[in-house]
């Protein structure tokens, strides 16, 4: 598959801290931090689900983020934020948001994705690096998922 179809494809990206560190994340704090980037973001917080790992409550999300909106899930418990129906650039795009708005200053992010996890992927560190960087990592990523030929 050519550079240009990875580039298309979508999946659900998953960044977290790494074991034993933490974002303090809070579903109010990750609110006001969507506000500031979108006035007009939607957040909704919903009670345990049994289909989802960690059993603690849940925030749905949806907000622009440059010329597209982002839409995805955050949890206290495993502590993480998801999005869904991700390119690989616009994963990219949002891991520099997340880094400069959710994640404390030093804080480090590692990532996976629902092909990754399927494919019994680790998660992997998100270094500090342009976006061009991240959208080669991330590229990396997905070839490695495998289950593209």
Same mark, same amino acid.
């Given at each position: 598959?050519?550079?240009?179809?990875?580039?298309?494809?979508?999946?659900?990206?998953?960044?977290?801290?790494?074991?034993?560190?933490?974002?303090?994340?809070?579903?109010?704090?990750?609110?006001?931090?969507?506000?500031?980037?979108?006035?007009?973001?939607?957040?909704?917080?919903?009670?345990?689900?049994?289909?989802?790992?960690?059993? =603690?409550?849940?925030?749905?999300?949806?907000?622009?983020?440059?010329?597209?909106?982002?839409?995805?899930?955050?949890?206290?418990?495993?502590?993480?934020?998801?999005? &869904?129906?991700?390119?690989?650039?616009?994963?990219?795009?949002?891991?520099? /948001?997340?880094?400069?708005?959710?994640?404390? &200053?030093? =804080?480090?992010?590692?990532?996976?994705?629902? /092909?990754?996890?399927?494919? =019994?992927?680790?998660?992997?560190?998100?270094?500090?690096?342009?976006?061009?960087?991240?959208?080669?990592?991330?590229?990396?990523?997905?070839? &490695?998922?495998?289950?593209?030929?």
């Amino acid at each position: 598959m050519e550079r240009s179809e990875l580039e298309k494809l979508e999946t659900l990206f998953i960044f977290t801290p790494p074991p034993g560190s933490t974002w303090d994340l809070t579903f109010t704090r990750l609110k006001e931090l969507l506000l500031a980037l979108d006035p007009e973001a939607f957040t909704r917080t919903e009670d345990p689900r049994d289909d989802l790992p960690g059993g =603690g409550p849940f925030m749905f999300f949806e907000a622009a983020l440059g010329d597209d909106d982002i839409e995805g899930m955050a949890k206290r418990d495993p502590e993480g934020v998801a999005v &869904q129906n991700c390119t690989v650039p616009r994963a990219a795009e949002f891991v520099e /948001w997340l880094r400069a708005s959710v994640v404390p &200053q030093g =804080g480090v992010i590692t990532f996976n994705t629902e /092909w990754g996890l399927e494919s =019994g992927l680790p998660d992997a560190l998100v270094p500090t690096a342009s976006e061009a960087e991240l959208v080669d990592l991330f590229l990396t990523h997905i070839v &490695q998922t495998g289950g593209l030929e």
